[in-house]
């Protein structure tokens, strides 16, 4: 699942070189952390948060096939202050 998911979103980014998916095991669930550029930010929202629910309706479809529960997080990571 975590090959599918970094091929989407680096096709939707403007800068593929800085998406981070992160597997982290919760029970018997595995949640991917997404970080990503600031800029990209809505890129991957979309409008109405209607791209990254159709990422995490895939990614529930494809997960239920192969037998296991996922779900995606969006980490927003604020910049550093001066």
């Known amino acids: 699942m975590q090959e599918f998911l970094q091929f989407v979103v680096t096709r939707l980014v403007d800068r593929p070189d800085a998406v981070s998916l992160t597997p982290v095991e919760n029970g018997k669930q595995t949640v ?8 990209d930010m809505g890129k991957i929202i979309g ?3 209607a791209t990254i629910s159709a990422i995490r309706t ?3 479809a494809g997960g239920a096939k192969q037998g296991v529960r996922c ?8 910049p550093p202050r001066d």
């Open 32 to 39: 991917y952390e997404l970080r990503l550029h600031p800029t």
């Open 47 to 49: 409008r109405q948060g």
């Open 58 to 60: 895939l990614l529930q």
């Open 71 to 78: 779900s995606l997080e969006v980490v927003e990571e604020t």
